[in-house]
């Protein structure tokens, strides 16, 4: 270190640089073009927000149980208060409600270290999690052990049900994709051609077409007496359609890792398997944390398509209100809220994504 | 270029075979690039490899850990020939460590965790022992303090050392060098080239390409000259470059000295 000499000028930046009118010109007025469409979107902003304030908050009513507590001027929000709970759980009896959140609590706190960036065992905890996990869930969800009574799955439904669909669909629509995109990637032709055959044509279905087929067909197929579980079903369908897409992403990943990742691994004696799992994954796949997001909230948003074989997830709920006569005419509330639990889902995923991606950073590639 | 000091005579090259190669062919489609290779290393030995680029090079030692597959003849490494038997593959590859010319560190780990990778996992030892044998190899290549850093952040001389001890933590007994300090700057192929020294005093036996002829004057015990697939001449270093024999070799010779 030398010390800058006594004369060496500390010249400051040109006011018009820095603060708050630095940061207006540089960002918003640098040029003509730039000033039109400040102009065109701070018109827009006051034009479309103090009439949604006005609506959703200023002349909304929040308390009352029916629909005379609403004065009509703004948002009801006491349709949703009044109907919260059967949101949230559909038709899960009133006292075992509680299960559904134990269930949840536990899950939140379980996986509460794996967002700690300190934390060293997030791969023992992550492992313990998805192998223990299911079994508490199913006990405290569907209940017929420990003296929890039994709660059919034709009574799930709100948003507990979207969460169980995407989060079983989110955690086993990846691994399938990974092995379907090494799959593809496979030097066996016979393994190739399989993969291949099934990603397009699964990815050439409409999920709705497959929910449909599964609900409808599948038991057409299995001998007399013999029933799935329609949820089950659903959650197939789910998983077999969304892991082709996931398949695609990860091959994207594995595409970008040079040749000599490969060979270097396979040179200090690496198998297959230890290979992918130690060198070619954890790398392509932090490539593709982007994509891999997207198909989760796209997983997450078609869950509502299960309205279509009767299961009511919170959108299908929402709109089943819509009909009941006491409560006729509010479907913008309705809509409103749903959509605002689904943004605040998909923007926490792709919030915790672009963490994920910044704390993975090594470094650039050699 | 390289340290003075030189690697002790011939006394430890000894007469125990350790790559047998016997009229060995490749083809990548109709292009034949191995014209039927013979070539025996005796333990200890130091060989050199050079000839134009194209001429089959990187072909010829990718096929000694069978990241080529040749297909014809027959290759065996300390005793065990290479067939299309997974086993007996991956047995020969944590023998024979290889060191590329574009370093192929894993990224996404540490120096640290490069090193310790093929031993944790392909030998099974302890996590604990394995850093500590990383720890070693990295002092002897000379950047201890870069352990617990990322690839990304070392300079190319760095990363190529890292490299060479990440193939040595596997305690190997052929060591292979794909033109390791063509991709350096040259003011870091010293410090490569000096470690490669070391390593070839210790007894290694290494085969090398390399265009750096001072380095296969000082080390080698026999440099080879391949072209078009085939060995066009081999011989002790100074026999070699004072005297060489073929058309071919003169001409390459005369084109990079
Ligand atoms: N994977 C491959 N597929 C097809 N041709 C290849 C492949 N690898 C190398 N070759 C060709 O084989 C020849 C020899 O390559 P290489 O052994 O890398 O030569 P050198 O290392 O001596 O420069 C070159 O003509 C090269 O284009
Ligand atoms: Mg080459």
């Known amino acids: 270190m030398t010390q800058p000499s006594q004369r060496s000028l500390v010249v400051k930046p040109p006011r018009a640089s820095v603060g708050v009118i630095g940061w207006l010109r540089q960002n918003l007025f640098s040029s003509a073009l730039n000033t039109v469409f400040t102009l065109l979107a701070g018109y827009f902003l006051y034009v479309s927000i103090p009439p949604l304030i006005q609506w959703a908050l200023l002349d909304a009513d929040w308390i009352g149980d029916s629909r005379n507590d609403c004065t009509g001027e703004g948002a009801c929000w006491v349709f949703i208060a009044t109907r919260f709970k059967q949101f949230m759980y559909g038709f899960y009896p009133d006292t075992e ?5 134990a269930a949840f609590l536990v899950l939140a706190c379980l996986t509460a270290p794996l967002f700690v960036e300190r934390f060293r065992y997030k791969m023992s905890l992550g492992l313990a999690i998805i192998c223990g996990y299911p079994f508490l869930g199913y006990i405290l969800f569907y209940g017929g052990f ?14 507990m049900l979207t969460l169980v669909l995407a989060g079983i669909g989110i ?11 090494l799959g593809r990637r496979s030097k066996m032709p016979v393994v190739r051609a399989a993969s291949v055959t099934y990603i397009e044509i699964w990815r050439g279905v409409p999920l709705i077409t497959v929910l449909f087929m599964s609900s409808v067909m599948l038991p057409l197929f299995f001998p007399e007496g013999v029933t799935l579980d329609k949820l089950l079903r659903a959650l197939i369908g789910i998983v ?6 996931m398949a695609e992403v990860v091959r994207g990943g594995l595409q970008a890792i040079p040749r000599g990742q490969y060979e270097a691994a396979e040179a200090l004696g690496l198998s297959y398997w230890k290979n992918m799992t130690l060198v070619i994954l954890p790398q392509a796949l932090k490539i593709v944390i982007p994509g891999i997001v997207n198909t989760f909230i796209a997983l997450f948003k078609d869950t509502t398509l299960v309205l279509i074989i009767g299961l009511f997830d919170l959108l299908g709920i929402v709109q089943q209100a819509f009909a009941d006569p006491d409560w006729l005419g509010f479907s913008v509330e309705g809509y409103v809220f749903s959509g605002l639990v689904f943004w605040l889902f998909c923007y926490g995923m792709s919030r915790y994504s672009q963490t994920l991606e910044r704390r993975l950073h090594t470094g650039h590639a050699p | 270029m390289y340290s003075e000091k030189t690697p002790h005579d011939a006394s430890v090259v000894t007469d125990e075979t350790m790559i047998e190669m016997r009229d060995v062919h490749k083809w990548f489609g109709q292009f034949h690039v191995l014209k039927g290779i013979d070539l025996t290393v005796y333990k200890g030995e130091r060989i050199v490899i050079c000839g134009p680029s194209g001429s089959g090079k990187s072909t010829l030692i990718r096929c000694i850990n069978h990241l080529e597959t040749h297909q014809r003849g027959q290759i065996i490494i300390d005793g065990t020939e290479l067939s299309e038997d997974l086993k007996d593959i991956e047995r020969v590859r944590s023998e024979v460590g290889m060191v590329f010319q574009h370093f192929n560190l894993f990224p996404h780990l540490t ?42 952040q070392l300079s190319g001389g ?9 193939s040595l933590c596997m305690g190997p007994r052929i060591m292979l060098f794909d033109e390791p300090t063509s991709a350096l700057d040259p003011e870091m ?14 007894g290694m036996t290494m085969l090398c390409i390399t265009h750096e002829m001072g380095f296969a004057r000082t080390v080698a015990n026999r440099v080879i000259f ?9 011989n002790a270093p100074s026999e070699f470059f004072d005297n060489p024999r073929h058309e071919r070799t003169k001409l390459f010779l005369s084109q990079i000295l």
């Open chain 2, 158 to 166: 760095q990363q190529q050392r890292v490299a060479i001890a990440r």
């Open chain 1, 97 to 101: 409600q509680w299960r559904v959140n």
């Open chain 1, 240 to 245: 077999l359609f969304q892991s082709a897409y």
């Open chain 1, 171 to 181: 955690v086993l629509a990846l691994p399938f994709g990974v092995l379907l995109a």
């Open chain 2, 111 to 152: 120096v640290l965790e490069n090193l310790s990778l093929a031993p944790v996992w392909v030998r099974g030892m302890p996590r604990r022992d394995a850093e500590k044998v990383a720890r070693e190899y990295l002092e002897r290549v000379r950047i201890p303090e870069q352990a617990d850093k990322y690839p990304g």
């Open chain 2, 226 to 234: 391949m072209d078009e697939g085939e060995i066009v001449e081999e």
């Open chain 2, 189 to 202: 192929i010293k410090e490569v080239l000096d470690v490669m020294v070391e390593l070839a005093e210790e």
């Open chain 1, 146 to 159: 420990l003296g929890l009574p039994e709660v059919e799955t034709y009574l799930w439904g709100g948003l």
